[in-house]
C-alpha cells in the first residue's frame, strides 16, 4: 500500500510535537489510533521516504528527528489546516446572527471588490456583467451570487479574490434560494435588480466611487431586510433553511 499526504503530514505533525527522537512503532500505532489502516512496511516506507526528501532523519535505534526543513514544513501544514478550519467554520451559517454576520462580511469586501472591479475588470468582464443584469427575469433568479462573485473575480485583487471565493463557495449556493425568499417576502426583489443594473453602470463608467458606493448600499439593504424578516417571527425560517444547507 501507497503512503498518502495526508500519512505523511500526519506523521511529520506527531514527529514535531514528540519530545526526542520517535520509533517506527510509535509512528505506526499513531497512525492507526488516527484511522489510518498501515502495515510496518507501508510505514517504513514512508519513513525511508521523508529520510530521503531530508525532511527527516534516522537516529538509527533511537528513531528520528526532523530536519531544519522538515520542522519548516510541518509547521507550514499546520498553518494551512488552521486556515482550512477556519474557512470550513466560516462556511457554518447556522442562524440569523451568522446569516447576518456573514452578509455584513460580504459588505466589507465587496465594496472594495466593486472599486477594484471599476478599475481594473476587462471589457469581456463588464459585458459579462452587464449580460447577467440585462438578462430576462427569469434568468436573473439564478444570477444573483453569480453576479456577486463576477465581481470579486473581475476586482484583480489577489487578497480580494482569496476571500471573495471563499465567500461565493458553491457550498453556499443553498443560501442563494433563502435570500431570495426575504428579497420576495420583504418585496425588495425589483430593488436588488435596480441596484446589480446601478453596480454594473458604475463599473463599466470606470466610477470606483460610486460602484463602492452602490455596493454599500446593496448589502446595507440586504442586511436591513433580512434583520426586518427575522424581527417580524420569522426567525425559525431562517433557521429551518440553514439547517438544511449541507455543508458536509
Ligand atoms: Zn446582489
Redesign the pocket.
Known amino acids: 500500500m501507497r503512503h498518502t499526504p495526508a500519512m505523511e503530514s500526519a506523521v511529520l505533525a506527531f514527529v514535531s510535537d514528540h519530545q526526542g527522537p520517535v520509533g517506527a512503532r510509535a509512528v505506526a500505532q499513531h497512525l492507526r489510533k488516527h484511522g489510518f489502516d498501515v502495515s510496518e512496511s507501508t510505514v517504513s516506507r514512508l519513513l525511508s521516504d521523508l529520510d530521503e526528501r531530508a525532511l527527516t532523519q534516522s537516529l538509527g535505534r533511537k528513531g528520528r528527528i526532523l530536519t531544519e526543513e522538515g520542522s519548516r514544513v510541518a509547521a507550514n501544514q499546520q498553518l494551512d489546516r488552521r486556515r482550512e478550519s477556519y474557512f470550513a467554520d466560516a462556511l457554518i451559517l447556522r442562524d440569523v446572527h451568522d446569516l447576518l454576520d456573514h452578509l455584513a462580511g460580504r459588505r466589507g469586501i465587496e465594496r472594495e471588490a466593486a472599486r477594484a472591479a471599476a478599475l481594473r475588470a476587462r471589457p469581456e468582464e463588464v459585458t459579462r456583467l452587464r449580460a447577467m443584469v440585462e438578462s430576462d427575469p427569469a434568468a436573473r433568479w439564478r444570477e444573483?451570487l453569480a453576479?456577486?462573485k463576477t465581481i470579486g473575480d473581475a476586482s484583480h485583487n489577489k487578497q480580494i479574490q482569496a476571500i471573495t471565493t471563499t465567500l461565493f463557495d458553491e457550498r453556499l449556493d443553498p443560501l442563494e434560494r433563502l435570500l431570495i425568499m426575504i428579497g420576495i417576502k420583504q418585496d425588495a426583489l425589483l430593488r436588488?435588480d435596480r441596484?446589480?443594473r446601478d453596480i454594473v453602470a458604475a463599473i463599466s463608467d470606470r466610477d470606483a466611487d460610486g460602484a463602492e458606493r452602490l455596493m454599500v448600499v446593496?448589502l446595507d439593504g440586504?442586511i436591513h431586510e433580512t434583520e426586518q424578516f427575522a424581527n417580524s417571527g420569522n426567525a425559525h425560517v431562517i433557521h429551518t433553511l440553514l439547517a438544511e444547507i449541507d455543508l458536509a
Open positions: 444573483r453576479f456577486h436588488w441596484e446589480h446593496h440586504m
